[in-house]
T-cell receptor
C-alpha cells in the first residue's frame, strides 16, 4: 500500500489566491482527518470525515477554509482567499475506525506570501 | 494539551543508550494512548499504543508504560540509534472518540 498520498508537497502562493490541497486515503479506510501543524500551535484537527461525511468541522479556522470528500478515495482542503497566517504544514490522515491505526500522509507545506 | 511553543523539550542521548520520553496526559477519562514519531519533513508515524486496562506494552525496541494514578505515559527506546532522531508525540483519547489530544512533543537527539 502506498499509504496516504498528499499533493502537492510544497505550495507557495500569493495572499488572496485560492489554494487546494489534495489527499488520497489508504484504500479501505473510512475515516479521514485534515490537520494543520505549526510551531506555535502544534497539531490542530481541522475536520473529520467518516464514510465521506463531515462529522466535525469545528476546527476549521474560518469560512475561508472548506473541505470536501466526494468519494472514499479523495478529499480536498481549499483555502480561499489565502492569507500569510495560513502558512503551515497541512496533514491528511486516514484510519479504518476512528483513531485506531491513524496513518498520516507526508503533508503539504503551504507558504502564503 | 494541544499547544506547542517555540521551544520543544529536548532529550539528548548517546547512541546505544536507552531513551525515556515522558508525557503527562490531561484527561483522566482517556482510555487509549498512542506514541507517534515525527521525522523532519514527514508526517507523524505510529509507534506503539496502549489501552487503559494495561500498564505496559512492548514492541520492537520500544516499551510504553502507563501510570493512570498520576496520569503519566512514557516511551522507552532501547539501544537508541541515529534513526531514532525525531520529535516524539504522545496522544490520548477516550472511548470511540476520534479526537486525539496531542502532547507538546519531545525532540530526541542522538549523540554519536
Amino acid at each position: 500500500d502506498a499509504g496516504v498520498i498528499q499533493s502537492p508537497r510544497h505550495e507557495v502562493t500569493e495572499m488572496g489566491q485560492e489554494v487546494t490541497l489534495r489527499c488520497k486515503p489508504i484504500s479501505g479506510h473510512n475515516s479521514l482527518f485534515w490537520y494543520r501543524q505549526t510551531m506555535m500551535r502544534g497539531l490542530e484537527l481541522l475536520i473529520y470525515f467518516n464514510n465521506n461525511v463531515p462529522i466535525d468541522d469545528s476546527g476549521m479556522p474560518e469560512d475561508r477554509f472548506s473541505a470536501k470528500m466526494p468519494n472514499a478515495s479523495f478529499s480536498t482542503l481549499k483555502i480561499q482567499p489565502s492569507e500569510p497566517r495560513d502558512s503551515a504544514v497541512y496533514f491528511c490522515a486516514s484510519s479504518f475506525m476512528g483513531v485506531d491505526g491513524y496513518t498520516f500522509g507526508s503533508g503539504t507545506r503551504l507558504t502564503v506570501v | 494539551g494541544e499547544s506547542v511553543g517555540l521551544h520543544l523539550p529536548t532529550l539528548s542521548v548517546q547512541e546505544g543508550d536507552n531513551s525515556i520520553i515522558n508525557c503527562a496526559y490531561s484527561n483522566s477519562a482517556s482510555d487509549y494512548f498512542i506514541w507517534y514519531k515525527q521525522e523532519s519533513g514527514k508526517g507523524p508515524q505510529f509507534i506503539i499504543d496502549i489501552r487503559s486496562n494495561m500498564d505496559k506494552r512492548q514492541g520492537q525496541r520500544v516499551t510504553v508504560l502507563l501510570n493512570k494514578t498520576v496520569k503519566h505515559l512514557s516511551l522507552q527506546i532501547a539501544a537508541t540509534q541515529p534513526g531514532d532522531s525525531a520529535v516524539y508525540f504522545c496522544a490520548e483519547t477516550s472511548g470511540s472518540n476520534y479526537q486525539l489530544i496531542w502532547g507538546a512533543g519531545t525532540k530526541l537527539i542522538i549523540k554519536p
